[in-house]
């Protein structure tokens, strides 16, 4: 996988508000509901994906920093091995027979580069195995990982009711929703990726919270328009309204206006900090059509002739 700096068109010095805003602005851009007919679209989202799984892991990312851990979050080659940056060593710089590193130089039969290591690791007998048994090794590569999109509804990605995951092999688990979840979300299955010589990959999966009928999202509140009619506007009185759980009644006031809102505490969505949000009810009434009794009434009325824009000045 590229640098995820790069991927993500951010600095490493980058902060983790930096990161996120980028991952988003990306996410945005490339997910496949707004690319179906750009495979390319996909690949970069899942790459992006990837990246920022790695970054906004405070460990992770200071790992690669390091050069620990490449950008797939597999171990680098150790001390250096590999030909990174100019280091590792240079057989034959000192002349013929002879082994250079790190500034060190040994050639000409004055030593044996293996006893070097055997007395720094313990020996060809011992556990380290010596420079021939092992130092320097190169790590076996994991499987690679599998990336999965996951359609969640509204209502149970707000009450975080488990979800069931079929994976490639057939299997099937129960994935637990985390607090603060939202479409984008990735969530990492150790192991159950692609098997390889140093075990399986990862299987990534990210969430994608379907749109609903008449509930809106705001941040961790609800948003919902509720019809009432012109009665139980004037008179007031108590009324059923759907919540993401389940019904409750509701009170409107007397005398109540269209696009006043009412909060319903702790009805939203499961905060990241702990707690819910609220969900917030709009009341909008419902004049009927044609209502010949309603239309005689409203000719009649003297305060039919009021103007409630006066104060605009209009």
Known sequence: MADPYQTLGVARGATEADIKKAYRKLAKELHPDRNKDNPKAAERFSQATSAYDLLSDKDKRARFDRGEIDADGNPAAPFGFGNRAGAGARPGAGGPGSFRSSGFEFGGGEADIGDVFEGLFGGRGGGGGGFAGGFGRQPQPKGANINYRLPVTFTDAATLVPQRVTLG??????????????????????????????????????????????????????????????????????????????????????????????????????????????????????????????????????????????????
Not at 193 to 216: K, W
Not at 259 to 265: D, E, I
Not at 269 to 277: C, T
């Open 169 to 314: 092999d057939g299997k099937s688990i129960e994935l637990k929703l985390p607090a603060g979840v939202e479409s984008g979300t990735q969530m990492r299955l150790a192991g159950k990726g692609e098997a390889g010589p140093g075990g399986p990959g990862d299987a990534l999966v990210t969430i994608e919270i379907q749109p609903h009928r008449f509930f809106n999202r705001d941040g961790d509140d609800v948003r919902l328009d509720l019809p009432i009619s012109l009665a139980e506007a004037v008179l007031g009185g108590t009324v059923r309204a759907p919540t993401v759980e389940r019904p409750v009644n509701l009170t409107i006031p007397k005398g109540t206006t269209s696009g006043r809102t009412l909060r319903l505490k702790g009805k939203g969505f499961h905060k990241k900090s702990g707690g819910r949000g609220d969900q917030l009810v709009t009341l909008m009434i419902d004049v009927p059509a044609d209502d010949a009794q309603l239309t005689a009434f409203v000719q009649g009325w003297a305060g039919a002739a009021g103007n409630p824009r006066a104060a605009m000045g209009v």
